[in-house]
């Protein structure tokens, strides 16, 4: 497709016939699917899918992230024209994306929900293709952990924030998105050891063993050597990576229920994402991206772009094998 189709091609989401490709149509039109990928439910032949997961209980303040996934979509539509700048490949061209579309749930039963999530992801894993995640708040990425460690065993984790998220919480029935790393660790489906927390800067009593390099130490000695220092902790190991979007500095990311000042700009966490090539990911998530307190769309945006490189981490490895 090139630019000449966007004069008569439109709705790529339900029109288009492949899964791989770029996409042209004019970009203020159509239906916001993300990335301008066919929206379906058959996943035969797709290597990676995307899917939402409309969901937010326990912000700490502000509310909105269940609106997370639909202005993610809708910020993604600038990128399908091209190659991803600077990868040296195109994912969109090498692997068939599709997009999942959301996760249905019962808004009033929200102790259901890890649960659902185990199984909408998971059944996207048993149809043999990856899963990038969409949010939600950050406690969604509780059941995304559940289902990849049925598949791959015990993940390690890389996890971009402004907080651990290892609070204590023992009350199963609790759904709650500052402990979920906590009970991740406590049922044993993630390695602390052998997993990071990057962009930290709030404080924390018990941080579970995971290795914390916080905000101070990105700004102090640069994304190149945190992305380093990432690859030595997570070796060969299988890992998770999950952005929650606070682990921006307001400034680049107001639309959050959570900001703190001090954070990641957007160019050290587009640095150390493109360092971690090579990792062996098998699955992630961008959260907790809150679009009513970010009328600009900077957050949406930024979301689509760590979603965008999110999917370029998992082909590069493949790729290589």
Same mark, same amino acid.
């Given at each position: 497709?090139?630019?000449e ?33 066919k ?55 090498e692997?068939?994306?599709a997009? /999942?579309?959301?996760?249905?749930? +019962?808004?009033?039963? #929200?102790?259901?929900? %890890? ?6 992801? !998971? $059944? ?10 969409l ?5 969604v ?9 049925e ?32 009970k ?39 994304p ?13 190991q299988?890992? /998770?990576?999950?952005?929650?979007? +606070?682990?921006?500095? #307001?400034?680049?990311? %107001? ?6 000042? !001090? $954070? ?12 971690l ?45």
């Amino acid at each position: 497709m090139s630019l000449e189709d966007a004069k008569r091609q439109i709705d790529h989401a339900f029109t288009r016939e492949g899964l791989k490709g770029p996409s042209f149509e004019n970009v203020f039109a159509g239906a916001p699917s993300f990335l301008r990928r066919k929206y379906t439910k058959d996943l035969a032949g797709v290597d990676i899918a995307v899917t939402g997961l409309p969901f937010d209980q326990a912000v700490t303040n502000r509310p909105g992230s269940r609106l997370g996934p639909r202005a993610i979509r809708e910020a993604s539509l600038l990128q399908p024209c091209d190659a991803p700048y600077g990868w040296g490949y195109d994912v969109l061209s090498e692997f068939a994306i599709a997009d /999942y579309g959301d996760m249905a749930f +019962d808004y009033a039963m #929200p102790s259901e929900v %890890p649960a659902k999530i185990a199984q909408h992801v !998971g $059944g996207i894993l048993d149809a043999g293709a990856a899963c990038v995640v969409l949010g939600g708040d950050h406690s969604v990425t509780h059941g995304c952990l559940r289902a990849h460690a049925e598949k791959h065993g015990p993940l390690s984790v890389i996890q971009f924030d402004a907080h651990t998220d290892t609070w204590a919480d023992d009350d199963a029935t609790r759904v709650d998105h500052g402990t979920f790393m906590y009970k991740a660790a406590k049922e044993g489906i993630v390695v602390p050891e052998r997993s990071v927390q990057i962009g930290i800067r709030t404080d924390n009593p018990d941080t579970l063993g995971f290795n914390i390099l916080d905000a101070r130490q990105v700004h102090r000695d640069g994304p190149e050597r945190i992305a380093e220092r990432v690859h030595e902790i997570v070796g060969a190991q299988p890992c /998770y990576i999950t952005f929650d979007i +606070d682990a921006l500095d #307001p400034a680049f990311a %107001p639309g959050t229920g959570t900001p703190v000042w !001090g $954070g990641l700009s957007s160019h050290q966490a587009a640095v150390i994402l493109r360092h971690l090539a090579g990792i062996d990911m098998k699955g992630g998530d961008v959260v907790e991206v809150s679009p009513p307190f970010d009328t600009t769309g900077a957050t949406a945006v930024a979301a689509a772009h760590v979603g965008m490189e999110l999917l370029c981490l998992w082909g590069w490895t493949r790729r290589a094998r």
